[in-house]
């Protein structure tokens, strides 16, 4: 009932009118990444000799809300998406944007909505004081800019970019939600585990952009953009190099250094994709 309440809703947009709104707009996710660079840093002084915040329960319900609406834009578009892969085959789910106006397409306008709400991530780093790192803020900002410009233009594979970060997002903020409320513990496996995820994810994104690439150097049809196909690559190598990187450092440097390292969600995956809300597991809670 839910689910066909939900589809109702996402019928009753037109979605040519918000694939045109947000080709218009996009460019303001410029500014707003900014604003966004500003606040995070100045706030991250403003609390340098202020005490730092808990905010238990907010983090909470943020991670709660952001898991739920995600693991529905993940149903709505790999469902169909895998619908597409039987009938059509896989070529076309990454060369036809089709998809864009089935009633389904309407996901990729939220999911460019969700990631400005998604800033409010690092709110949480700067009031409870932990540690910010290059790869959230620079994920945070590079992810708002491109999704908005890649759904402007058409790029029919962004129904993967959405829809593997959909899903990926629904089990990290399910976990960070159970994190936060401090009711389980949860072993470290389950950060390497996600930290792995995010990494496949990457190491896809990079995939469909070749794939693309391929296609319409071959003079085939695809609907996707250079310009698109470029920057993304780009994104998704420089995602792949820093999530490596941190998978290195935080669980195989550490691990021999210190093979009791203590599961701290916030040095650990808590600072992947969305990472939002570090914790240390005694410290925080």
Not at 230 to 251: C, E, H, I, K, T
């Amino acid at each position: 009932m839910i689910l066909s309440a939900v589809e109702q809703f996402a019928a009753s947009y037109d979605e040519r009118a918000i694939l045109e709104r947000i080709s218009r707009h996009w460019m303001k996710t410029l500014p707003i990444s900014a604003i966004y660079i500003i606040l995070v840093f100045s706030g991250k002084r403003w609390m340098k000799d202020r005490p730092k915040f808990k905010l238990r329960w907010a983090l909470t319900l943020w991670s709660a809300a952001l898991a739920l609406f995600s693991m529905f834009g993940a149903w709505f578009m790999l469902v169909r998406t895998v619908k597409d892969l039987r009938e059509f085959g896989f070529r076309y789910t990454v060369c036809d944007n089709t998809f864009l106006f089935t009633g389904h397409g309407v996901w990729l306008y939220w999911f460019c909505l969700s990631k400005i709400v998604e800033l409010g991530d690092t709110f949480f780093i700067v009031v409870r004081k932990q540690k910010l790192i290059f790869l959230h803020w620079y994920h945070h900002m590079v992810t708002l800019i491109y999704s908005c410009y890649a759904y402007g233009s058409g790029v029919a594979a962004g129904r993967y970019f959405a829809g593997v970060n959909f899903a990926i997002h629904t089990l990290m903020y399910s976990y960070y939600a159970i994190r936060a409320s401090g009711l389980v513990r949860m072993p470290r496996q389950v950060n390497i585990t996600l930290t792995s995820l995010h990494l496949l994810q990457m190491g896809f994104g990079v995939y469909l952009n070749i794939y693309a690439y391929t296609e319409l150097t071959s003079g085939r049809p695809c609907d996707n953009t250079w310009p698109s196909i470029y920057s993304s690559f780009l994104m998704y190598a420089s995602y792949v190099a820093l999530f490596a990187n941190f998978f290195y450092q935080n669980y195989l440097v550490k691990s021999k250094s210190d093979p009791k390292v203590n599961n701290n969600l916030h040095s650990g995956a808590r600072q992947n994709e969305s990472i939002s809300h570090q914790a240390n597991p005694k410290k925080e809670i």
